[in-house]
């Protein structure tokens, strides 16, 4: 047998050109399905911000309504510059401003309600809370977002010895062991099991009224004019 012919057998590599040309094809089949699949999530995402923000919206007014005990009506302020104000200055993208919610019944204000967040022990906490200035008292507490953990942590929202105990609360709020408080209006009944979310609550709550709280009493007293 010659050489020539031994050379011509079965599995000799392909010419390098042709390898070249079917890695060329096999990445613009890559670049063009990645591409086709980019643009369907892009069409997607956008067909689809409507509804869940149509969905968020209507999540977020049932929860000031709940938390502020059925008011009339509600404001919508904006926290900016140091105060609340109903409207903001031109250019300023509402977006970016965070925003408390004023309830009224018969045209008198009954307190506010603030939505605020920080970690727990799984996730970002997201609570809403209705709270009265004017006597420094929490209306209720209601969980807007959790990741916390099935049958522990989120028994922040699931279990109503917990979220009913904020109903005429007084903060500063203090966390204690179920069971080992005193009975004053500053105590809340940590979930065993779930001390880290059930603190994190406490925590939104307190952070929130000491970073707002001057601006909350200098609002109320303004809308009762």
């Known amino acids: 047998m010659s050489d020539a012919h031994a050379g011509s057998g079965k599995g000799s590599p392909p010419p390098p050109a042709r390898a070249e040309a079917r890695s060329l094809r096999l990445l613009g089949t890559l670049a063009g399905g990645g591409l086709v699949a980019g643009l369907i999530l892009v069409f997607v995402y956008e067909a689809t911000q409507p509804t869940i923000r149509a969905y968020k919206a209507e999540v977020l007014r049932q929860a000031i309504y709940e938390v502020l005990k059925a008011p009339d009506r509600y404001d919508t302020l904006f926290v900016y510059d140091g105060r609340l104000t109903l409207e903001l200055p031109d250019g300023v993208d509402s977006d970016d401003v965070e925003r408390v919610y004023l309830g009224y019944v018969e045209r008198e204000p009954v307190g506010f309600a603030i939505a605020a967040g920080k970690p727990g022990f799984q996730d970002i906490i997201r609570i809403i809370f209705g709270y009265d200035a004017a006597t420094n008292t ?25 979220v009913t105990q904020f109903d005429g609360a007084q903060p500063e709020l ?26 994190t609550v406490i925590q939104i709550i307190n952070e929130a009224l000491e970073r707002l ?11 009762k004019r």
Not at 213 to 223: F, Q
Request: net charge negative; hydrophobic share 35%.
């Open 138 to 162: 929490i209306l209720g507490m209601k969980v807007l977002e959790s990741k916390e953990t099935p049958g522990l942590g989120d028994k922040i929202e699931k279990d109503m010895a917990f």
């Open 174 to 199: 203090i966390g204690v062991k179920r069971g080992k408080g005193t009975g004053d209006s500053d105590e809340i009944d940590m979930i065993t099991g779930a001390t880290i979310s059930s603190r």
């Open 213 to 223: 709280g001057p601006m909350l009493e200098t609002y109320g007293e303004v809308a």
